[in-house]
C-alpha cells in the first residue's frame, strides 16, 4: 500500500479542519485542506479570549498552523472554495477554484472532511432590541470587535453594557427551538472581559437560566458573577429603547417578580447558532445526511455517511466549543486514518 498515494480533503480551516488535516498529516497521509477566507483559523480567529481559561485564540491558531506548515503531508489553500465534484471510483474528483487569482485546479481524492463551522442567526427579527436601528446594539461576534479596540486604547469607556442571552435560542417562534449550547458561556466570558478592562462599568447579563456543562465552565461563571461582579437577572427583556443617546433596556426580574429597567450604552446579543448555507449544499453534493435545520447529521455510532467516505467535524454538525471542535477534528482524523490503512482500501 502506498500510503502517500491517500488523500484527504478538508473542507474549512477552523480548528476542527486544521486538526483533522494534521493529524492525517501526521499519521503520513496526504491531507489538503481547503479554506475559503485568506487565513485559518475561522470563527476563532474573531475572538479574543477563550473560555474557561482566559486564553488568547490566536496562540493556539499560531501553534496550529507552524505545525501545519512543518507537515510536508499537508498542502493549505487559502482563499480557494469547491466548485464542483464528481465521484470516482474510490472517491472523488473535486474541482477548485482561487477567489482571488481565478485559477482553478482538480484533484482525486479518497475521502473528504467537511468541516465547515457555523453561522449566526439573523437577529434583526427581533424588532423589539432594535438590532440594525440602534448602533449600539450588535451581534456577539461583532463585539468580540468591539473587545479588540478596548483591548489595544481605542473607544471610550462604557457606562454600562448589556447582554441578552438566548436571542433565537430555544425559541419556537423563530424556528429555532434548540439551546445552542455555547453562548452561556462564551457571554460570560465578555461579561468578564469587559469587567476586567473597566472596572468601574456596569454590566448587566439578562438570561432564563445558563448552562455550564463542561469542566471548569461553573467555576467559570461562579467567578465571572462573584469575583467580577457581573450583575445576572433572570428574565427575558422585553425592549430596548433610545434615551438621550443611551439604550434604555426593559425586562423583569422573574426571580424578584419585579420589572427592571437599565439605562446602557450598549446591548449585545447571543443569537442562535445556526449551519452556514454552504454546509448543506455541500451535504447534498457529497450525499451526507442533514437534520431539518442543516447541520450535518451522524449515522447512528459514526461520524461517517455510511459508504460514502463522507466525514465531518465541528460547527458544521453543531455549536461546538474550540475545544470540542479540536476532539471532533483529531476523531473524524482518526476514521479517515483507519478506512486507509485498510489493506482493501
Known amino acids: 500500500m502506498d500510503i502517500a498515494a491517500k488523500t484527504a480533503l478538508v473542507v474549512g480551516g477552523g480548528p476542527a479542519g486544521m486538526e483533522a488535516a494534521l493529524k492525517i498529516g501526521q499519521a503520513g497521509f496526504r491531507a489538503v485542506l481547503v479554506e475559503r477566507e485568506p487565513d485559518l483559523g475561522g470563527t476563532l480567529r474573531k475572538l479574543v479570549s477563550s473560555f474557561p481559561r482566559w486564553e488568547n485564540p490566536a496562540d493556539l491558531i499560531s501553534v496550529k498552523v507552524q505545525m501545519l506548515e512543518g507537515n510536508g503531508n499537508v498542502e493549505c489553500l487559502t482563499s480557494t472554495t469547491l466548485i464542483s465534484t464528481e465521484r470516482s471510483e474510490k472517491g472523488f474528483w473535486v474541482a477548485l477554484r482561487h477567489l482571488k487569482n481565478g485559477g482553478s485546479r482538480e484533484l482525486d481524492v479518497d475521502a473528504v472532511i467537511l468541516a465547515t463551522g457555523f453561522d449566526l442567526m439573523d437577529v434583526s427579527v427581533y424588532g423589539e432590541y432594535g438590532y440594525g436601528i440602534y448602533p449600539n446594539v450588535m451581534s456577539s461576534l461583532e463585539f468580540e470587535e468591539r473587545l479588540r479596540t478596548w483591548k489595544e486604547g481605542v473607544?471610550?469607556?462604557?457606562?454600562?453594557?448589556?447582554?441578552?442571552?438566548?436571542?433565537?435560542?430555544?425559541?419556537?417562534?423563530?424556528?429555532?427551538?434548540?439551546?445552542?449550547?455555547?453562548?452561556?458561556?462564551?457571554?460570560?466570558?465578555?461579561?468578564?472581559?469587559?469587567?476586567?478592562?473597566?472596572?468601574?462599568?456596569?454590566?448587566?447579563?439578562?438570561?432564563?437560566?445558563?448552562?455550564?456543562?463542561?469542566?471548569?465552565?461553573?467555576?467559570?461563571?461562579r467567578d465571572v458573577i462573584e469575583k467580577k461582579h457581573v450583575r445576572y437577572v433572570r428574565g427575558r427583556p422585553a425592549k430596548v429603547l433610545p434615551e438621550n443617546g443611551r439604550l434604555l433596556v426593559r425586562a423583569e426580574d422573574t426571580l424578584m417578580g419585579i420589572p427592571v429597567e437599565v439605562v446602557v450604552d450598549m446591548v449585545v446579543l447571543a443569537s442562535a447558532i445556526v449551519p452556514r448555507a454552504e454546509t448543506r449544499a455541500l451535504a447534498k453534493t457529497f450525499g451526507a445526511l442533514t437534520d431539518e435545520y442543516g447541520f450535518i447529521e451522524p449515522v447512528p455510532y459514526t461520524t461517517m455517511r455510511s459508504g460514502e467516505r463522507i466525514f465531518f467535524a465541528g460547527g458544521c454538525g453543531f455549536a461546538v466549543e474550540t475545544q470540542g471542535a479540536l476532539q471532533q477534528g483529531a476523531a473524524a482524523a482518526a476514521e479517515v486514518i483507519a478506512l486507509f490503512n485498510k489493506s482493501e482500501f
Do not use: H, N
Open 155 to 221: 473607544g471610550p469607556m462604557p457606562k454600562a453594557v448589556a447582554f441578552f442571552k438566548c436571542v433565537g435560542s430555544r425559541d419556537r417562534s423563530k424556528g429555532f427551538p434548540y439551546c445552542s449550547r455555547i453562548c452561556c458561556m462564551y457571554t460570560a466570558k465578555q461579561a468578564g472581559l469587559v469587567k476586567d478592562l473597566f472596572p468601574e462599568t456596569k454590566v448587566y447579563v439578562f438570561y432564563m437560566d445558563y448552562r455550564a456543562a463542561g469542566k471548569g465552565y461553573e467555576e467559570f461563571v
